[in-house]
């Protein structure tokens, strides 16, 4: 009954805790500006169920697709027997679904058990990688403290948990010889030779009790980390655009401005009211960049094939979508600390209208970092989970020029050329001048 | 040989509409570079007497520098004088030789107003050899010499169009070697975004010298391109690292016109 209780109320709170998370996550995602996805319902089951679910965009390198395709259908199936432990624990019995599923349910686990092991070996392969072969993508700079931290928690708490399920399966099998017929755990069996049946009984326990452990534990910790890919690589891919990729996002209220300037439309009433340009915060980025940034994996395929980034240039996709993740956190706790320290007109009470810490995403991101793209789209195509990190770039580029009016000194005389004489250079020549030498 | 270059407005006065605009950009008007490959693409379109003509003087940059630089009120000055320009002549079919000019009146006009049939020449090339309206006549100076394709960002990755180009190198009877990285995974030739205008951000290394070295690696004698900006980009790259084989770039308009 102890258990039973103690279960029920570690349960309660990691699922409460991990609610609370994910309302504040979904808070600080609205905190961008309304947007809508241009696709179809079709086309986004289509993303959802071949690129989130199908993991088609992995396999454009195989080995560490394959490699995460393990862990990721072993968690899949591991949620049945997570189902059979979440009714063991709340009522006290022991494999429910045994009696049930009969001869399926041994089929079930052990095609866990297989899958499990192909987890672990993934696992191993992928600390190898991180932290042995030092596959370059892992060892940028924007991954040093925390996030190689994150990774490494992530992929010891894999080997934990597997290795719990095999503790448990394999005293369970030394317990109940004919009914149970783990083969893998099977194996483990004779290593338990020794033990007699309360220490077999307890190591049940401990591998039972461990394992829903490490479960609770990921379940709060999700929320602070990469992994929340799991859950956000399916709402990303649902909500991601499929429109030509070439078309950057419209500004109507400028076309309107010009439209009324070169005399197509009338001049609307309300052009004094114009807001800034471009981004250069949470608030002024759509909700679904900032949505795109807490699906971030950090595998930086993006940044691998970023051709600024291969020549040495500061600008990394990866840390660009890792930076407004970190700056929609820090709004999100500022804003939930209530400190009128915060507050852009003291006289109001704190909120995303009312805010202002001094700080925006130019503090961590520098323009030296967004001047660097030559919007070649390598990033966007590399993304497993169709994140577009073009799109922040080039609002926060639209902030420089046309909020603060400033930019890279070089391209004052492009926007003079473009400006004066329509066209990317200045000459004095006319455009249909190389039509002389030919109509002749 | 005389080759013909109509003006849009001057047809248009004679009550004439020629089958196709030939929008042919900045770059191709202006760069020393790319008036060989606007002239090439014209003789070709003269050879196979194809309607067609040019705005001429009424032509304005697209805005695609403008825009990916984040001037949106530049970009939407150009846009939206050239959709009225485009509006005014009913122009239905637009053929271009670059494809951000490509990219920008196809993908982006729309929602300005601007709605044509817009193709990139190497497409449109491509189409016109297998209605077996443009015949080739097989020879050439490249024939017997390594070719590799560079795939443009804007047409490739960005439009999609990886499979035209290379049905032209075949048709030419060319001897394609791919480079490492081509199709979706193209290099980029580090120009697009604005680049061409400014200097590099402090790096390593240069993103046309990174491209060059790759192609010097394939072994290739000539570079078939399809951008403009592209073709001086590797062209620089290439002179800067030793290139002793003197590898050229070359647009597929001037293979094809070595063909005529």
Sequence with gaps: MLEQIIFSILCILSFGFAAKRFLFISRNISLGVDWTPDSTPSEKWKNVIFIAFGQKKMFTKWLPAILHLFIYIAFIFTQIELIEILIDGITGSHRVFLPILGSFYLLIINFIEVLSLLALIGTFVFL???????????QSVELKGWPALDALIILLAEIVLVSFIFMMNSADVALHQESYQFILSGFLVPLLKDFDTNTLHLLERVGWWGHIIVVFGFIVYLSYSKHLHIIFAFINTYYANTKPRGKIENMPAIMEEVKSLLGISEASNDTNQLPDFGSNDVFNLSWKNILDAYTCTECGRCTEVCPANMTGKKLSPRKVMMDIRDRADEVGKKLDSGDVAFCQDKNMPLSSANFSDGL????????????????????VEACPV??????????????EILTLSSGPADWVPLFNSLENNQAAWSLSAERSAWTADMND | MSIQVPVYSTLYNQGISPEILFWVGCAGSFDARAQRVTKAFCTILNKIDVSFAILGEEEKCT????????????????ALQNIQTLNHYGIKKIVTACPHCFNTLKNEYPELGGNYEVIHHTSFLNGLIADGKLKLQGGGSFIGKKITYHDSCYLGRINGIYEAPREILEALDADLVELKRCKSNGLCCGAGGAQMWKEDEPGSGRINQARATEIISSGADIVAANCPFCITMLQDGLTADSNE????????????????
Excluded: W
């Design chain 1, 360 to 379: 925006s995403l130019f503090s961590q991101i520098s323009p030296e970092e967004i001047h660097a793209c030559t919007t070649c789209n390598a990033c």
């Design chain 1, 386 to 399: 169709l994140i577009n990190p073009l799109e922040p770039i080039i609002k926060m580029r639209r902030y």
């Design chain 2, 63 to 78: 805005g695609d520098p403008a825009r990916r630089a984040g001037n949106e009120f530049l970009f939407q000055m150009l």
């Design chain 2, 245 to 260: 084989k003197n590898i050229m770039v070359l647009d597929l308009s001037e293979l094809i016109v070595q063909q005529l």
């Design chain 1, 128 to 138: 190898a990688r991180r932290n042995l072969l030092k596959i370059p993508r892992f």
